[in-house]
């Protein structure tokens, strides 16, 4: 591990002091091995490798170190790890996870509020489509699946954790949960807020092109997403809505290659995707489809609640309301193709100008590859818009009502975060050295992300004078 110069966090450790973790520790923190609460005063971080610790050593720890707004870290969670902390904080991660991150934000102002990050060591290849196809080739070979061996390969970016690193992202990034103020309801409503990250990288290589031989391209993905979990107290047996908003990023980062005969691999197909496990169906969901260059998130979900006034809590009706925040997406499409009925909720972000992904997609380039080059036959290769080869957020919300038949059968709702992404790259005959006009595709989806909330338990407030 490299070296820092950022200040480093103290940490107390529970665990074998012979492990690598501890060892990558010492050089970027200040760990101290003694165990009990005595050293978590000063220490900014608990860190627990449970699968050398075991839970009666470590489990009295967990709630004074969140509830003094210490970073938490579960090293290889196990089933004990997993049911103490969601005893706690009211949701349950069954992810394999090589570490589970937390932390409580005190500046929130509800009494329930805690982000969460999950981490991969090594995670496995995720599923993807690995494709090429001929532009001026023979007909029979202009789309056909790529090969074991095909000219992309991918593979999960597995070195070592930089722990500064993501200790410091992680702080930062609980600092505050995504979402404005106005899903912060007035004193008396009850609430609760929990925030799930999740990171993914790979390497795209691509051998078989002339221009592109030896080289490859790391791209990076992910999102944050919040979930504000609301009891309707205004109503005697009470309904729950959770509101969800989602900020994710997709980034190519430096493209493999930029030469006049080849170019990529552009990203040009983004969609975020979440569903629930009780078929609840979606109350509202925004942005809305558009070819706006700044589409708007804009989100409104009345609540039957009650609210202190002089003392007495009155039922009355509050909107929560995310937005109206817009975003940039010059060049790019929207389609909103979430299911109201089904409960899920869908956004497809695509390259529209000067290539449209949806209307010429790549396994018929054999029909539009001309398209994509100047200067006729052996023409250097056109570019895409700036938001194809750069850092590309988007932002997203929806909203759920469970009923209080439903809850009151099964507390737990389960939430599903799944991304999908697109890259593609394209060469003229010179840059592919055979001769032919060239596309190749890759298609990536991250492991599924799940978050198990108790809205019960999530929205609980026991000061709360409006229960």
Partial sequence: MQPTTRTKPKILFAGTTTGQDFNALKDVAEVSVKQGADDLGIAEVLWIDCATTKPEQYAPLLRLALDEGKQLVLRHPDDPARKALSDIVGCELKDPAAALMVIRDLQATTPSAYAITVLEDAPGLPPGELTQSGGDADPTSRSSAAPRGSPVAHESMGEPQDWATLLDAHRTRSARSVGGAGLIPPQGVMYGIRTLTGSFGNRLTQSNWSETRGKSQDIEYGFTSSFYVYRENGKSSADYVVIRVQQATFSPRSLMVRADNAKGYWQ??????????????????????????????????????????????????????????????????????????????????????????????????????????????????????????????????????????????????????????KLAAFANPKGTGNGHHQISWYNLENSPRTLTLDVVAVSEDVTSPCK
């Avoid at 609210?307 to 309301?321: F, H, I, K, N």
């Avoid at 590859?369 to 929806?398: H, I």
Wanted: charged content about 15%.
């Fill in 268 to 421: 040009f197909d983004l969609q975020a995707q979440c569903t629930n496990n009780r078929n609840a169906s979606l109350l509202s969901t925004s942005p809305d489809t558009t070819n706006s260059a700044s589409p708007i998130t804009d989100l409104s979900a009345p609540l039957h609640v009650k609210v202190l006034q002089d003392g007495s809590c009155l039922p009355t009706y509050w909107s929560a309301r995310h937005g109206p925040v817009a975003r940039a997406q010059e060049g790019w499409g929207l389609s909103n193709q979430s299911g109201i009925g089904s409960g899920t909720a869908l956004w497809r972000y695509f390259h529209r100008e000067q290539w449209n992904s949806i209307n010429d997609p790549p396994n018929e380039f054999g029909r539009w590859w001309s398209n994509m080059y100047d200067g006729g036959y052996g023409g250097r290769v056109k570019n895409l818009n700036t938001l194809a080869g750069s850092s590309f957020t988007v932002e997203n919300v929806c909203a759920w009502r469970f009923s209080a038949s439903m809850i009151n059968s099964n507390r737990n709702v389960t939430f599903t975060e799944i991304l999908r992404y």
